[in-house]
């Protein structure tokens, strides 16, 4: 007889949270992270905080965070991504791995990427949902990047303007977070949480974050693509608006005002939206997220995987 699996079995696919339906993100720094049942527990001086596991997008973990492996293995095994990040959230080192059991967007998205013409579709997609009452079909990638460009920068002047903020242009200091003012602090901090979030739910969804087809030669050059189409509606607007305020805490403010605009914006659930209608386009099926392994059998077919076909080998 088998002995059983040591540790706490792992929660039931029926019980996790689909990823347009979860918790964007969680920031925690100087503490330890554990596990206490299905739940992730941060630990400070200040006592124990107990975060539902199935329900979390990603797990930001700050300076000063210890983590313990069965906290690990329980974000993995429900779909919860964990993100090593820098002093207020804004520089990113790693990520832990998400459990995403079907590979159908996967290989939508592989197959889209390495061939020029569906490529070229997709991209022009992307930037169709931010010029939703303009024609961009026949638009090189040269043109779209100067509609981008010129939008990107009006933005920034009109959020400047309605917030009574000077803006010269974007500068900051990747390893000095103090050194920029105080708007490129609070755009460094937006830009980062929303990084993580579309981060999170690619992911889950079975994408790789390094396939990108705007950007490329990163390993998140999908996550950039992503965070693009929500950039100009939830980060800058806060960063301009936190920035007018002038806080003490400009990343942790940034932080918080990410959360709620995501929350409010539903950006989780048109994140995983637009994923699929980018890499899937035409189908109206809510697309499953954990699948079964199989076999490919040529072409277009498979067979059930798991399963010993020794027997064929026989017969021929």
């Not at 313990?68 to 832990?96: C, D, F, I, N, P």
């Not at 959020?159 to 977070?177: C, K, L, N, S, T």
């Amino acid at each position: 007889m088998m002995k059983p699996v040591p540790g706490m079995p792992p929660p039931d696919l029926g019980q996790l949270v689909r990823a347009q339906d979860r918790i964007s993100f969680i920031y925690v720094e100087r503490c330890t992270v554990h596990r206490d049942g299905n739940a992730v527990t941060a630990t400070d001086e200040r006592g124990i905080v107990h975060i539902p596991s199935a329900s979390l997008g990603a797990l930001l973990l700050g300076p000063g965070t210890r983590v313990t492996h069965q906290a690990m293995m329980l974000l993995a095994e429900s779909g919860s991504t964990a993100v090593w990040v820098g002093e207020r959230g804004v520089r990113y080192y790693a990520h832990g791995r998400a459990l995403a059991q079907s590979s159908r967007l996967l290989e939508a998205q592989a197959i889209a990427v390495t061939n020029q013409s569906s490529r070229l579709r997709v991209a022009r997609e992307m930037y169709a949902m931010r010029f939703p009452d303009e024609d961009v079909s026949q638009l090189t990638m040269q043109q779209l990047r100067g509609r981008e460009g010129a939008r990107v920068r009006r933005v920034y002047r009109d959020a400047a303007a309605e917030y009574g903020v000077i803006w010269d242009r974007r500068d900051y200091q990747p390893d000095d977070f103090d050194a920029s003012d105080t708007v490129n602090q609070a755009l460094s901090a937006a830009t980062t949480c929303l990084y993580g979030i579309t981060h999170a739910v690619i992911v889950a969804l079975g994408c790789s974050p390094g396939l990108g087809f705007v950007h490329t030669g990163k390993d998140r050059s999908f996550v950039f693509d992503i965070a693009d189409l929500y950039k100009a509606e939830v980060a800058i607007p806060i960063a301009f608006e936190v920035a007018s305020r002038e806080p003490e805490d400009v990343g942790g403010e940034t932080r918080r005002a990410v959360r709620d605009a995501v929350h409010e914006s539903k950006i989780l659930e048109r994140c995983t939206r637009d994923i699929k209608t980018l890499l899937l386009p035409g189908e109206q099926d809510d697309i499953v997220e954990w699948g079964t392994v199989e076999l490919w059998d040529g072409g277009d077919r498979t067979v059930t995987g798991g399963t010993n076909y020794g027997a064929e080998e026989d017969n021929d």
